[in-house]
């Protein structure tokens, strides 16, 4: 509410017509407004401001003229909050609960549990990583523009994203004894200390650290806690570099944080001479990918022949985080990268949007399909020889752009294997793999499988790339819907 302390220029406003109306408000010692004469373009006016929620009351009525003065009392609410206040109140919930949620991990900390003895025995500064990690994760999701949080999913997602990570950083214990049954297969560690471990902590992380392959596939998922205890463990603030020039671990339940920490470890320097990378099945989803991207770009990554992604939920813009030129230039010695049934589609997206923090490494609309092929015709992906895009949402126009791109780079030079069965294309994407292979721009190619899109309907095309499939020395050529999917090249051989 703005009022002046100048009676002259307040009858001046309420008598431009023909009758008027005027507020007189009665200030007291603690029930006032702000003076904003200091502030204002027209000082003059010496406006006063009072804040929001104030109430007012009808003390009495006067006439001066043809203006009808209004005397009020004013009644300030001190315990309102601030314009800010008001406005990041949504933020102000999320800073709650992840204020709550530290103090939560600190008690725990504190109180000394037996399940963390042994983790504090490997890692004497494992409390002081538990609460730094923990803070830096729950500071990220409460710190962003008080505007943000307007959007119901976003607030939803911040204060889903803040109680998982207190529940992965609270159960690294827990991920701590899988990743040391994965480790030796022997079942998992006791962690209450009223025993002896029949895996010494020692011996744990020395095979973590010096194994050149670190393979969990055993009954024991290691969830998002084994993932962010691995990374930490690993990472330079643990006892990391890791040795390992392979990580392997499909269906271990990661989740989207526990796939993050890892890449984020990645990114850090926890593993300098990883060659294959693959965590198949594991709910990864957008905000892993675009960690995954970003520890790519800043060259992490620039040693990795093999990137296996399969049966993650990506969508177009978890792939686009890696599927841009900055990422993928950035491995230059890439020649495996499998991305089946990650729901990559023709769809059109705006810009590329990390769900936790915004940023954007492509602004625009874009399809991340293209941005691959538009990656590949600047000459990323030179070494290219497997490219598994198998039960996607890939539609002609995709292959169209990819086999266009492959006739002319040095990615269709290399290329042995390529894979784009059960798809959404057609003809017209088929007509486009005829004219790439019969040019020689497939020259290695070994492997074609193009089995089960129902949009194939062209039998003199598929009779055609079957002669091709001969006339370069296919091994194997897939087409139809009807298994063996390989019998009609294997006949015309």
């Known amino acids: ?39 204002s373009q027209y000082p003059h006016e010496q406006e006063i401001l009072f804040p929001a929620m104030t109430c007012i009351e009808v003390a009495g009525l006067d006439t001066q003229g043809s203006v009808l003065v209004i005397r009020l009392h004013a009644s300030v609410n001190r ?26 991990l600190d008690y725990k900390l504190f109180a000394g549990t037996p399940e963390w003895n042994s983790l504090t025995a490997l890692v004497p500064s494992i409390h002081a990583l538990a609460k730094s990690r923990h803070h830096t994760i729950l500071h990220d999701l409460s710190s962003r523009d008080v505007h943000t949080y307007n959007d119901g999913n976003i607030l939803g997602q911040a204060i889903s994203y803040a109680v998982q990570a207190h529940d992965m950083i609270s159960g690294w214990p827990r991920g701590f004894a899988a990743l040391a049954a994965q480790a030796f297969d022997q079942g998992p560690v006791s962690m209450d200390g009223s025993q002896p471990t029949s895996i ?23 969830g998002a806690s084994g993932g962010s205890v691995l990374a930490i463990l690993l990472s330079p603030q643990g006892v990391g570099p890791a040795a390992a020039q392979e990580l392997e671990a499909k269906k271990m339940e990661l989740g989207e944080l526990g796939g993050a920490e890892l890449f984020e470890a990645v990114r850090c320097g926890a593993f300098p001479r990883l060659q294959r990378l693959a965590l198949d099945a594991n709910h990864l989803g957008i905000h892993a990918a675009a960690t995954l991207g970003r520890a790519m770009v800043q060259g ?15 969508g177009d813009e978890g792939c686009a985080h890696i599927l841009h030129y900055d990422a993928l230039h950035a491995c230059p ?6 991305l089946n049934n990650v729901g990559l589609s023709s769809s059109l997206i705006t810009g590329v949007n990390d769900t936790r923090d915004g940023s954007s490494p492509v602004q ?28 996607n949402n890939i539609g002609d126009v995709d ?18 294997r390529l894979q784009l069965e059960n798809n959404q294309w057609g003809d017209d994407g088929l007509d486009a793999l005829v004219h790439a292979l019969r040019d020689g721009g497939l020259r290695r190619l070994l492997h074609l499988e193009l089995h089960l899109n129902r949009r194939i309907q062209n039998q003199k095309l598929m009779d055609e790339m079957a002669k091709l499939g001969i006339f370069w020395g296919l091994e194997t050529l897939k087409q139809g819907m009807v298994p063996p999917y390989d019998q009609h090249f294997k006949q015309a051989k």
């Open 333 to 338: 010695r890439l020649s495996e990268l499998c």
């Open 399 to 416: 292959v169209r752009d990819l086999a266009d791109v492959l006739a002319t780079s040095p990615a269709g030079s290399s290329l042995v």
């Open 1 to 39: 509410m703005s009022t002046t302390t100048d009676h002259a220029v307040a009858m001046h406003y309420a008598s431009l017509g023909v009758a008027g109306m005027l507020f007189e408000v009665q200030m007291g010692v603690l029930d006032r407004g702000a003076d904003l004469s200091c502030f």
């Open 200 to 222: 010494p902590s020692a011996t744990t992380i020395d095979s973590l650290v010096h194994r050149m392959e670190l393979k969990f596939d055993g009954p024991e998922r290691l």
């Open 300 to 314: 992490a990554l620039n040693s990795l022949l093999a990137l296996w992604l399969n049966d993650n939920l990506l």
């Open 79 to 104: 315990l309102s909050g601030t314009l800010t206040e008001l406005v990041s109140k949504r933020r102000k919930l999320v800073q709650d609960i992840a204020a709550n949620l530290r103090s939560e």
């Open 364 to 391: 625009g609309a874009h399809r991340a399909h293209s941005m691959m092929c538009a990656a590949i015709k600047k000459g990323a992906l030179a070494h290219l020889e497997r490219l598994n895009l198998i039960n």
